[in-house]
């Protein structure tokens, strides 16, 4: 079968930086909808007519990723606001009841980068944001999508978020 929408995708890859350094490898086969929201649009571009078994080589510069670097999703709030067990590394949905900084994405995830005595630094970029990405991929079965799939928009249970819905997403490592 041929990848065109809607139809879902099997496939594995190996997710490098633009200096070739190892970020992710989805080494078992995962399926995506394709035509749908589990995919960058540029992972579905490439995609395009291939079958089970093509392998393709894709560099992403940031704007077809997860955006640009945004400084202003960075922000500091008070360290009280957050739960006593707390590590650098934690992610939250949306900032904390009480916090300070106005203007900031509400559904956004932050994720805590430093945590000071009095404060913690909060970014709610994607950790893969501002950064160019080598992607290969490989496609290991192309099957006819569901109504349930074909209405989701998405493969139901699909846990791999690393590709998915692009630079807004808030999407996150598997």
């Given at each position: 079968m041929i990848?065109?929408?809607p139809?879902?995708?099997?496939?594995t890859?190996?997710?490098?930086?633009?200096?070739?350094?190892?970020?992710?490898?989805?080494?078992?086969?995962?399926?995506?909808?394709?035509?749908?929201?589990?995919?960058?649009a540029?992972?579905?571009?490439?995609?395009?007519g291939?079958?089970?078994g093509?392998e393709?080589q894709?560099?992403l510069?940031p704007?077809?990723?997860?955006?640009e670097?945004?400084?202003?999703?960075?922000?500091?709030?008070e360290?009280?606001l957050?739960?006593?067990?707390?590590?650098?590394?934690?992610?939250f949905?949306?900032?904390p009841a009480?916090?300070?900084?106005?203007?900031m994405?509400?559904?956004a995830?932050y994720?805590?980068?430093?945590?000071?005595?009095?404060h913690?630094?909060?970014d709610?970029n994607?950790?893969?944001?501002?950064?160019?990405?080598?992607?290969?991929?490989?496609?290991?079965?192309v099957r006819?999508?569901?109504?349930?799939?074909?209405?989701a928009?998405?493969?139901a249970g699909?846990?791999v978020t690393?590709l998915?819905s692009?630079?807004?997403s808030?999407?996150?490592?598997?």
């Amino acid at each position: 079968m041929i990848i065109s929408a809607p139809c879902v995708v099997s496939l594995t890859w190996q997710l490098n930086d633009a200096q070739n350094r190892p970020i992710d490898e989805l080494a078992q086969p995962v399926e995506f909808f394709y035509g749908g929201d589990d995919l960058l649009a540029k992972v579905e571009e490439a995609l395009a007519g291939h079958q089970a078994g093509d392998e393709l080589q894709l560099q992403l510069e940031p704007e077809h990723a997860f955006g640009e670097y945004r400084a202003e999703l960075v922000c500091f709030e008070e360290r009280r606001l957050f739960p006593e067990e707390l590590e650098t590394g934690m992610s939250f949905e949306g900032l904390p009841a009480g916090h300070a900084t106005t203007d900031m994405p509400a559904d956004a995830i932050y994720i805590v980068t430093e945590i000071y005595p009095s404060h913690v630094v909060l970014d709610g970029n994607h950790p893969l944001a501002g950064m160019a990405l080598r992607l290969a991929l490989k496609v290991q079965a192309v099957r006819a999508a569901s109504e349930q799939e074909v209405e989701a928009r998405s493969v139901a249970g699909s846990t791999v978020t690393v590709l998915g819905s692009g630079p807004a997403s808030g999407a996150t490592l598997h």
